[in-house]
């Protein structure tokens, strides 16, 4: 009796294992050769034209927050780009990478995209701006829905800050 069982579960194990995976894919019936009734064209913009927030210019817009002014001397102050560098580094650099993308967007050529008000108002105030401001909005869609985090900055460390991107 133990053998004839033995023998019957060998042979229901090599059944189950030879007939298994062996399923026949149906066959979808498709055909490229069918033409869909004519309907309204619509034109699309290649992805290639359109410009991601993170790369497009704008230096008129100055943000939503404290800062409505800001004028930067022609000259870099080295020390306060240094503080601010050092600032980066401890506060930024978790989501911030200086010539990539990351997280965040990189300062790298920053002022050549934003006015130095816009710059120092999405520092010191990332929340009223992705609220009120357009352009946060649209940068907040484009990191996935990652907002920037308020670190607290004083104005004069969000300056250090906006210096140190002077040097980039």
Not at 117 to 138: A, G, H, R, T, Y
Request: hydrophobic share 35%; net charge neutral; glycine share 6%.
């Amino acid at each position: 009796m133990r053998t004839s069982l033995k023998l019957m579960t060998l042979l229901f194990a090599i059944a189950l294992i030879g007939c298994g995976g062996k399923e026949e894919k149906k066959k979808e019936t498709f055909s490229y050769d069918k033409k869909a009734p004519k309907t309204e064209t619509t034109t699309t913009t290649p992805k290639e034209a359109v410009v991601p927030p993170s790369k497009r210019v704008d230096l008129t817009s100055k943000g939503v927050g404290p800062i409505t002014s800001l004028t930067l001397d022609a000259n870099i102050d080295q020390a306060m780009a240094d503080k601010g560098a050092d600032i980066y580094q401890k506060m930024c650099t978790a989501c911030h990478r200086v010539d990539k993308k990351f997280i965040g967007p990189a300062p790298t050529g920053i002022l050549e995209r934003r006015t130095p008000e816009w710059v120092m108002n999405m520092i010191l105030n990332p929340e009223q701006m992705v609220k009120e401001d357009p352009l946060s909005k649209e940068l907040l869609m484009e990191f996935n829905g990652s907002p920037m985090a308020n670190q607290n900055l004083t104005e004069e460390e969000a300056r250090a800050v906006l210096e140190y991107f002077r040097t980039l």
